[in-house]
């Protein structure tokens, strides 16, 4: 894995990044104050890196509109009809091939607070994770900790998950997803009424860490009786609600 640190001068270091990811197998840019702009070079860069597996964004200041541009750019790879990315230069060429051999499977956006308590964002950062988790099908892994989602944040992720799909075509099951990490927010109990269906579409889903959240007593209820659909999992955390 390559570990970047962003240097002072902040616009010749992320068209370096840029040119890295097409040739990297792993990047860590974890703890960077990377800016909702630098998310966007980031984005536009996504569908010409087929090598990338691992996209490390931890603890930066990547808000609601970067990870939103995020989301977009995977969705683009994972569709086979799909547009330049967010950000691509007027005219730059599709990204059919890229979506051939886009393979990211580790994305983790810990520590970013793009899930704010404005309604004029409506969750949209979120809601674009929750797409791309859906249609993504190389995702393995995805870490939203500690990014500040209350339970309609929460909601809006797990009823993209399990309602997005394909325009056209038949609704998928999620056999990429294995771990699913959304420890340390603000989920209360009315997310677990959507858990049934995320275990439901992520039929491959073995690790779901609900730490550190507001659950309760009847989140816990909710998620015992989730757990029927839950017919892979292997781990559930649900200390400290």
């Not at 890295?20 to 984005?43: F, G, H, P, Q, Y």
């Not at 309602?163 to 677990?192: D, E, H, M, W, Y």
């Amino acid at each position: 894995m390559l570990r970047a640190a962003i240097a002072e001068h902040r616009a010749t270091s992320m068209l370096a990044v840029s040119m890295l990811l097409r040739t990297v197998t792993a990047i860590d840019l974890r703890d960077n104050r990377l800016t909702d702009d630098e998310a966007l070079l980031i984005a536009s860069a996504l569908p010409h890196a087929p090598m990338l597996a691992r996209l490390n964004l931890a603890g930066n200041r990547i808000g609601a509109p970067g990870v939103k541009s995020l989301g977009q750019s995977m969705r683009m790879c994972a569709t086979p009809s799909a547009p330049s990315a967010p950000g691509s230069a007027p005219g730059s060429a599709p990204s059919e091939k890229a979506a051939a051999v886009f393979k990211l499977a580790e994305l983790e956006l810990s520590r970013n607070s793009f899930c704010v308590n404005d309604p004029m964002l409506m969750d949209e950062g979120i809601v674009e994770v929750g797409k791309a988790i859906a249609l993504c099908g190389w995702l393995t892994a995805v870490n939203l900790s500690a990014i500040g989602a209350d339970t309609s944040a929460g909601v809006a992720l797990a009823q993209h998950i399990f309602t997005t799909k394909i325009v056209g075509a038949a609704s998928q099951p999620v056999r990429a997803l294995r771990t699913l990490n959304l420890s340390s927010n603000n989920l209360g109990a009315a997310f677990c009424d959507e858990l049934g269906n995320v275990f439901e579409k992520c039929s491959h889903l073995t690790h779901l860490d609900l730490s550190h959240n507001e659950l309760g007593v009847s989140g816990g209820r909710k998620c015992a009786q989730a757990l029927a659909k839950a017919t892979a999992l292997r781990y559930l955390d649900l200390s400290g609600n």
